[in-house]
């Protein structure tokens, strides 16, 4: 095997700095979010206010070069609002399409779940196709592609628990959690006077991103690799504690994101234990745990589902070399 571009793992470690220089204790979170980029998906970020999740989109989003929206979520959004809508122009006696907050590179919508379904589902083509359909007519979205998503607990006042369609469409779901002492009295010191996204400026460009992309697309996934990623996703669709397994979706990125891990790491071929190490963050939020899998779990339907998925990772052999 021949190694992959130092030039592309430098580009990945420069991300990875800017984004650590805004999220203090968090490195895990930073490099899924850059493992989730890299793999062409879309993340999302659940937590309680106030730890750092929006933070942590900004961050990353202007760590890279292009174009970057932003979408507050709120209930009186307007599908239109994020995708675009045809307006009559008087002066040509003709509609013109005038795009939405959707069209950008990465776009960061913030609080997902206080906007209605409705509102909601209008990211699902975006996310999916990379395109936007109105009154019957197709626009192409910024390539490369990325929706960075924050939402609060849905046992919150003001939420709506995203639909299943929607949650499958996010490649990741990570949690942020509290930072520990010694982050926590970094950050007191460090940001009385100043934020510090304001000296976040962009440390890689937009084709230095493809070439990422493009790299980790090249990786390695040996037959006995697949067969114990599939091994991992079919195991949740007859699962006992769960109402829902994973989908043929899940399987695709899992492998793109074990691809990217392998990536950044310096190889070009995908171990057993990339996958394993990602399979809680990509298959947890789509699973739906039944209510005796709930009870004993004392949690919420994602930290059942995640404890599912640890319990299959244990119990599924790995290949050996």
């Given amino acids: 095997m021949t190694a992959v571009d130092v030039d592309v793992r430098e580009a990945a470690a420069r991300v990875l700095r800017s984004v650590e220089t805004v999220i203090d204790g968090k490195p895990e979170v930073s490099a899924i979010a850059l493992t989730v980029l890299i793999a062409e998906g879309h993340l999302l970020i659940e937590d309680v206010p106030g730890v750092g999740k929006t933070m942590l989109a900004k961050a990353l989003a202007r760590s890279v070069g292009g174009s970057v929206s932003r979408i507050q979520f709120t209930p009186d959004l307007l599908p239109s609002d994020v995708t675009g809508v045809s307006v009559y122009d008087q002066a040509s006696g003709q509609f013109e399409f005038k795009p939405g907050s959707v069209f950008a590179n990465l776009v960061i919508g913030d609080e997902i779940n206080r906007a209605s379904p409705k509102t909601q589902s209008a990211l699902l083509e975006c996310m999916e196709e990379g395109q936007v359909t109105v009154d019957g007519r197709s626009w192409r979205l910024p390539r490369p592609f990325m929706v960075v998503a924050t939402q609060n607990p849905v046992e919150m006042d003001g939420t709506y628990a995203l639909p299943e369609a929607q949650r499958d469409r996010f490649t990741a779901s990570v ?147």
């Fill in 175 to 321: 949690s942020m959690g509290y930072p520990d002492a010694a982050a926590e009295l970094t950050m007191l010191r460090s940001r009385e006077a100043r934020s510090p996204l304001d000296d976040v400026r962009p440390v890689v460009s937009l084709e230095e991103l493809e070439a990422m992309i493009a790299a980790a697309r090249a990786i390695y996934m040996s037959p006995s690799v697949e067969q114990y990623l599939l091994a991992l996703v079919t195991a949740t669709r007859g699962h006992p504690d769960l109402r829902l397994g994973a989908s043929p979706r899940a399987t695709l990125q899992l492998s793109r994101v074990a691809k990217a891990r392998a990536l950044l790491e310096g190889r070009d071929f995908v171990l057993p234990d990339d996958l394993a190490s990602l399979a809680v963050a990509v298959l947890a939020h789509r699973l739906l745990p039944t209510r005796q899998a709930l009870g004993r779990s004392g949690g919420t339907e994602s930290e059942a589902a995640a404890e599912v998925v640890r319990s299959i990772i244990a119990t599924t052999p790995v290949p050996r070399a």
